[in-house]
């Protein structure tokens, strides 16, 4: 049975950092590419940041420079730093792995950015 388990969301304020972590069993994982997205209220899911099974990066714009995706393989567990956050940040996250046809979802945790 695939698990992907996210972890580390909170209450934080403006300017400050939060960690998130997604902690996958079930799965080879360091064969998936990996991602974060996260859904805001009343909004769709959106991209924040993916990576490869290689290591290869990618962020959305709106997290570009404050963001850092990670992953440690032996650990079969990545990582979402977040740094700067702003109020727009508030959402909950959700992590997946996928590999070809397959992919695989946590159940979000929930950030929100508020003084």
């Known amino acids: 049975q695939v698990q992907l388990v996210e972890s580390g969301g909170g209450l934080v304020q403006p300017g400050g950092s939060l960690r998130l972590s997604c902690a996958a069993s079930?799965?080879?994982?360091?064969?998936?590419?990996m991602g974060w997205y996260r859904q805001a209220p009343g909004k769709e899911r959106e991209l924040v940041a993916t990576?490869?099974?290689?290591?290869?990066?990618n962020y959305g714009d709106s997290v570009k420079g404050r963001f850092t995706i990670s992953r440690d393989n032996a650990k079969n567990t990545g990582y979402l730093q977040m740094n700067s956050l702003k109020p727009e940040d508030t959402a909950v996250y959700y992590c997946n792995a996928l590999l070809l046809g397959d992919i695989y979802w946590g159940q979000g945790t929930q950030v929100t950015v508020s003084s």
């Open positions: 079930g799965i080879i994982f360091g064969s998936h590419a």
């Open positions: 990576i490869t099974s290689a290591g290869s990066t």
